[in-house]
């Protein structure tokens, strides 16, 4: 039996297997108690109802290759009730959690936040996944957030959740700039009619030290989300619909940045759409009416523009395209390959080989220039002109040559899509952005199918690929949830042929957890799918 157990404890350490995982199936009534006995890879299960007395998560941790998850039995179906003088959902001091398919009404309570990472200097929150929640009626006051974090936060990710009518939808880090928000994922969500903003990423001041705390240069991602604002008067101040602070002076953190893409920012009726300072980079969005402008990067909370690339955006109905002021002047801006259609499409130095022209020139250019949701289409019109561009200093961009749709930017066109015509991806609209996924040329024929299984998987993968006609064979690239490739497949190990063929791809030499599969040929994205590996 020593021995037995000892083998046990050694398969144990090297991550071979896991001694324990349970499943939770809980209701109102007793779902706190089940809270308290989480543990790594465990599965809180809330059944259809109304939670009243909020969900506190308070030093529960899982590990990298086993979350917890605490999901709604039915998607939206398990709600929880927002409380006068309490958050509905705090959470300190946590790691490896994911929250999914959950519903939060505020009931239009004041101050109450839906989601909140709470504390003080020296709690934090690493490691946290917000996925697919709705948050409604969380607007009584500017102040009033749909999800905030207060204390250290890294390596987040917040991804498919729709935020509508809140005060301000997220609020990423503390307004002195002492609890930093590092390193996280804001993908594929959709914030509507905030009173301020849809979402703020709060300035930084020097790093504070935690084990684990990314120390290198790292990057916070925001893709694929929909941030729209409507008319409504905002009492605390007008707000941008996006405000991206700085980074520390100095030290740890100062050569971060934020990537920013493939966006839809819709409407601000009294301020631009998008305000950022430091290291940023904003390309491949789509930018629709506002007074104001699309873009101002300008000094704030004593932090001033720094490295900062604009390329490829598409703008529309605006006051001012692009705007740059008092940046640093040794740090590189770059404005180029945007189509920007404005009283004053560009206000900044730097600005090389855009398409610009004022508001009523934008259908020389666009297929249906429009402010109004169901009409507009901004692909470009067939035979219009192509971008000069050379993509190598955005190569620090991790996906800089992805178009608006997620395909790779076979042609150099200005504005957010790569392509000309018939538009064949997302028709843009006040929801979640459509998958990424868009398009395969007329000339790759309709029976071509790619179908991966087992999902959730082991060790192994199958993927079957239909018949592939005149395509370059296609490779595989694997993405961890942070958009980092940790393994490719080409051609020559997976042994794909004309008629199509099942490949087993070898799965073994990686954690647990969840990864995205993109299968790519002729630098055509054919397939993103979420795969987990669960042993």
Request: proline fraction near 5%; glycine fraction near 8%; include cysteine.
């Amino acid at each position: 039996m020593k021995i037995i157990n000892t083998i046990y404890y050694l398969l144990f350490v090297f991550g071979c297997i896991s001694l324990h995982t349970a499943t939770y199936i809980a209701n109102p009534a007793n779902y706190l108690n089940f809270r308290d006995q989480l543990v790594a890879g465990d599965t809180l299960l809330l059944t259809p109802g109304n939670y009243t007395d909020g969900l506190r998560l308070n030093n529960i941790n899982g590990y990298a290759d086993n979350w917890i998850v605490i999901k709604s039995e039915v998607p939206h179906e398990a709600v929880l009730l927002g409380r006068d003088g309490s958050n509905t959902m705090d959470i300190t001091d946590c790691s490896y959690i994911k929250i999914e398919g959950l519903k939060f009404d505020g009931h239009k309570i004041p101050y109450i936040d839906a989601i909140k990472a709470s504390g003080s200097a020296t709690n934090w929150a690493h490691h946290i996944w917000i996925h697919n929640n709705i948050i409604i009626r969380h607007d009584s006051d500017q102040q009033t957030v749909g999800i905030s974090t207060k204390i250290p936060c890294w390596n987040w990710t917040i991804s498919y959740n729709k935020i509508m009518s809140a005060g301000t939808g997220l609020y990423l880090g503390n307004s002195d700039g002492n609890m930093p928000f590092i390193r996280g994922i804001i993908e594929y969500n959709f914030v509507l009619n905030p009173v301020g903003y849809c979402m703020q990423i709060k300035h930084q001041n020097d790093r504070p030290s935690f084990p684990g705390i990314p120390t290198l240069p790292s990057s916070t991602i925001v893709r694929h989300n929909v941030f729209a604002k409507n008319d409504r008067e905002s009492p605390d101040g007008d707000r941008p619909n996006v405000l991206f602070g700085g980074q520390p002076l100095s030290g740890t953190g100062s050569d971060d940045r934020v990537e920013c893409y493939g966006n839809f920012f819709y409407n601000n009726p009294r301020e631009f759409l998008l305000q950022a300072t430091g290291n940023v980079s904003v390309h491949h969005n789509i930018f629709v009416i506002s007074p104001e402008g699309a873009m101002t990067f300008q000094p704030h909370n004593s932090r001033s523009p720094k490295e900062i690339f604009v390329y490829n955006n598409s703008i529309y109905n605006v006051n001012i395209g692009v705007r740059i002021t008092n940046p640093v002047p040794t740090e590189k801006q770059i404005i180029m390959a945007n189509a920007i259609f404005a009283t004053t499409p560009i206000s900044a130095q730097s600005a090389n080989d855009n398409l610009t022209g004022l508001i009523n020139e934008a259908d020389s250019y666009f297929n249906n220039p429009s402010t109004i949701i169901g009409e507009m289409d901004f692909y470009p019109k067939s035979g219009t002109s192509k971008a000069k561009v050379d993509y190598l200093f955005m190569e620090k961009d991790i996906d800089y040559d992805l178009d608006f749709n997620g395909n790779q930017m076979t042609i150099s066109k200005y504005g957010a899509y790569s392509g000309e015509g018939s538009n064949p991806g997302w028709k843009l609209s006040l929801d979640i952005k459509g998958s990424g996924v868009t398009s395969v040329e007329e000339n790759y024929k309709n029976d071509f199918n790619i179908l991966l299984y087992p999902n959730p998987a082991t060790d192994f993968i199958n993927i079957n690929v239909g018949a592939i006609h005149e395509l370059p064979l296609p490779e595989i690239r694997l993405f961890n949830i942070f958009g980092e490739c940790v393994t490719t497949f080409g051609n020559e190990s997976l042994n794909f042929d004309r008629t199509g063929t099942i490949q087993k791809i070898n799965l073994s030499g990686l954690c647990n957890g969840m990864y995205i599969l993109r299968v790519n040929s002729n630098k055509k994205l054919l397939k993103s799918e979420i795969i987990q590996i669960l042993r």
